[in-house]
């Protein structure tokens, strides 16, 4: 059985910092792009980052120089290291497994964990 859970998420004030988590169990995580997506009220879903199996990242425009994403391949878990937040980047993320490159039709969600940036 698949699982993605994530975890991090909380209540910051403007300019404060926060590490979301995504522990992952059931899949070759090594073998999975990873990526953190968010959501906010009324808004489309969107990508914040993303991590290739072998380390490469890629962010959004609004958390470029703010975010970083990691991966720690042994642990099959996935980070997101949020600093400078901001009123803009309250929504709730989520974790993503894709697995499609390798596995096709495979590609699995967490539930989210809401960050909320505000004073």
């Known amino acids: 059985q698949v699982q993605v859970l994530e975890s991090g998420g909380g209540l910051v004030q403007p300019g404060g910092s926060l590490k979301l988590s995504c522990a992952t169990s059931?899949?070759?995580?090594?073998?999975?792009?990873m990526g953190w997506y968010r959501q906010a009220p009324g808004k489309q879903r969107i990508m914040v980052a993303a991590?290739?199996?072998?380390?490469?990242?890629a962010y959004g425009d609004s958390v470029k120089g703010r975010f970083t994403i990691s991966r720690d391949n042994a642990k099959n878990t996935v980070y997101l290291q949020m600093n400078s937040l901001q009123p803009e980047d309250t929504a709730v993320y989520y974790c993503?497994?894709?697995?499609?490159?390798?596995?096709?039709?495979?590609?699995?969600w967490g539930q989210g964990t809401q960050v909320t940036v505000s004073s």
């Open positions: 993503n497994a894709d697995g499609r490159a390798t596995f096709p039709g495979l590609d699995y």
């Open positions: 059931g899949i070759i995580f090594s073998a999975y792009a």
């Open positions: 991590i290739s199996g072998g380390g490469s990242a």
